[in-house]
C-alpha cells in the first residue's frame, strides 16, 4: 500500500471568489461577534411576546442611538481585525490570492468539462430561462507553501489539456510572481516547485557553510558539489561577481579544501596573495599552478585505487581526502593571454571536468561570458552549476543555460542573477550579503592562518606519539 502524500489545498472552480469570500465571511462573523457582546444579553432577556413590530414607536427610539453606536463599533473593530490579519498573516493571505489565481487560470483558460443544464421556470407554463453551464469535470491540482517553496501538483491524465498543464512555467512564474526550481514528473502527477518571495532567501556570508559536499548559497539553493560538480559563473562589471567568489574562498576556507585561485588581469583576487598561497596572476605562474593541480588530481586518481577502504564508485569524501578547487577569475582573458598555448590548456581542463568529481578537483571558472571558443569540446556542459549576475544580452543568457524557455528580466539589485542548479531549470538568485566594511582579505587570511595553526599542531602532536 502506497503512503499518502499530503499534496496541499485542492483548487476548485469556486476558488476564482475566494479571497472574497474569506473576507466577507471573516468580517461578517466578526462584525456579528461584537454586536452580540453589545446587545447579547438585552436579546436574552427580551420578552418577545411583548414587542410589536415597528409599531412601538417609544422602543424604537429608545435602541436606535444605542443601535447606531454599536454597528459602528462593530464596523470598526471588523476593520482593525481585518488590517492586523493581513499585517501577521500577510503569508496566509498571499496563499489565498495564489490559490484564487490558479482557479482563475482553469477557468480563463478553459481547462475543464462543461456541460449546459436547462433549469425549468417557476411557472411551468413560462418558458424557462437561458441554460446555465456546469462543470463536469474539474482538473486536479493542489497548491501547498512550505519552508519558502510552492508546491504544485497537477494530476496527468493524458487528457486532451494535458499539453497545457504539462507547460505551465511561465504562466506559474510570472502570475505567482516566483522562481521555477524544479519540476517533476511523480505517479500520474506533475508536481511544480517555484522559490516564493526569493529575494527574502538570501542569506549573509556568514551562513555560507559548506558542508558534506554541498555549499549552502542561499537559504534553499546550494550547490551539491560532491554530485553536481564544476561552477560557471558569468557577468559583467558592476553585477557582483568579484564579491561572489570572495564568498565562496571564505566559506571553503573554513573547511579543509586545498584552494588555488588564479587573477590574469592581477586584480581584487590577486589580493589574496598577501594572505594564502596558491594564488598567481602572472602567466608562466599560472600555467604553472594549472599543471600542478592536473598532476595532482591524476596522481590522486591512482592513489586512491590503492588505499585500504577503496570501493568502486565511492568519491574522495568517502577516504576522508580533503576537496581542491581551481578557482579562475577573468577565464577568457587568460586563454587570450595564452594564445597557441590555448589548446593544450583546454585539453587538461577538459580531462579535469570528466574525471575531477571522484577525485575531489573542481573548477570555479569566472567570466563576462561564456563563448564556446574557450569552452568548447563539451566542456561547457560539464560545468552543472551556472550562475549568471548583472546585466546580459539575450546570446550571453543562451551561452549560459542554452535555448530555454525562460523571460530574464533585470532589477537593479547587485548580485541579482539567475542560477542553474543543475536540474536544467533556471531560477532567480541572489549572492551572498556582504555588511558594509567586511575585509574578506583580513577575514580569509585569519581563516588560513588558523587552519595552518590546526595543522602545525596535529603534525606535532603526531611527531610526539611516534
Not at 586545498?258 to 589574496?272: E, G
Not at 579535469?352 to 578537483?361: C, D, F, N, S, T
Amino acid at each position: 500500500m502506497k503512503h499518502f502524500i499530503y499534496k496541499g489545498k485542492r483548487i476548485r472552480a469556486g476558488d476564482q471568489h475566494l479571497v472574497f469570500r474569506f473576507a466577507a465571511t471573516s468580517l461578517v462573523l466578526v462584525f456579528l461577534f461584537v454586536l452580540l457582546a453589545f446587545h447579547g444579553k438585552r436579546l436574552m432577556l427580551m420578552d418577545w411576546k411583548k414587542v410589536r413590530l415597528l409599531h412601538e414607536g417609544s422602543l424604537q427610539f429608545a435602541i436606535t442611538p444605542y443601535l447606531m453606536f454599536s454597528v459602528s463599533v462593530a464596523a470598526g473593530i471588523s476593520m482593525l481585525v481585518a488590517g492586523l490579519y493581513y499585517h501577521f498573516h500577510r503569508g496566509r493571505v498571499k496563499q489565498l490570492v495564489h490559490r484564487q489565481k490558479l482557479a482563475k487560470m482553469i477557468l480563463e483558460n478553459k481547462w475543464y468539462e462543461s456541460e449546459q443544464v436547462q433549469h425549468d421556470g417557476l411557472f411551468k407554463d413560462l418558458p424557462s430561462g437561458r441554460p446555465k453551464e456546469r462543470i463536469r469535470h474539474f482538473p486536479k491540482m493542489y497548491y501547498r507553501l512550505k519552508d519558502g517553496l510552492i508546491h504544485i501538483h497537477v494530476e496527468i491524465t493524458l487528457g486532451k489539456y494535458q499539453d497545457q498543464l504539462l507547460h505551465l512555467e511561465k504562466k506559474l512564474e510570472s502570475g505567482l510572481y516566483c522562481e521555477l526550481v524544479d519540476k517533476e514528473l511523480k505517479d500520474s502527477y506533475l508536481e511544480y516547485t517555484l522559490l516564493y518571495d526569493t529575494i527574502a532567501n538570501r542569506i549573509s556570508i556568514e551562513e555560507v557553510t559548506a558542508k558534506d559536499g554541498r555549499l549552502k548559497l542561499m537559504k534553499s539553493v546550494y550547490w551539491e558539489y560532491d554530485k553536481l560538480p564544476h561552477m560557471l559563473i558569468a557577468g559583467g562589471t558592476g553585477g557582483g561577481k568579484t564579491y561572489f567568489i570572495f564568498s565562496l574562498i571564505e566559506a571553503l576556507a573554513r573547511t579543509n579544501a586545498m584552494l588555488y585561485v588564479l587573477d590574469p588581469k592581477n586584480s581584487d583576487l590577486a589580493d589574496l596573495s598577501e594572505v594564502m598561497p596558491n594564488v598567481h596572476h602572472q602567466k608562466e605562474d599560472m600555467m604553472a599552478c594549472l599543471n600542478q593541480f592536473y598532476d595532482s588530481m591524476m596522481e590522486r586518481s591512482e592513489a586512491m585505487k590503492q588505499m585500504t577502504g577503496y570501493k568502486t564508485g565511492e568519491n574522495y569524501a568517502y577516504l576522508g581526502l580533503p576537496a581542491h578547487f581551481l578557482i579562475f577569475d577573468e577565464y577568457v582573458a587568460f586563454m587570450e593571454m595564452l594564445g597557441k598555448e590555448s589548446s593544450v590548456v583546454l585539453t587538461k581542463l577538459k580531462r579535469i571536468v570528466m574525471l575531477g568529481r571522484q577525485a575531489g578537483y573542481f573548477l570555479i571558472l569566472a567570466c563576462q561570458r561564456p563563448d564556446a571558443k574557450f569552452l568548447g569540446d563539451g566542456i561547457r556542459d560539464q560545468f552543472n552549476f551556472r550562475v549568471a549576475l548583472g546585466r546580459m544580452s539575450e546570446m550571453g543568457y543562451s551561452m549560459m543555460f542554452g535555448e530555454v524557455e525562460k523571460d530574464f528580466f533585470l532589477k537593479q539589485i547587485k548580485g541579482r542573477g539567475y542560477v542553474d542548479t543543475g536540474t536544467s531549470v533556471i531560477s532567480e538568485f541572489y549572492t551572498p550579503l556582504v555588511p558594509k566594511g567586511h575585509n574578506f582579505i583580513k577575514e580569509i587570511g585569519t581563516l588560513i592562518r588558523s587552519r595552518q595553526d590546526g595543522q602545525a599542531a596535529c603534525e606535532a602532536k603526531a611527531e610526539g606519539t611516534d
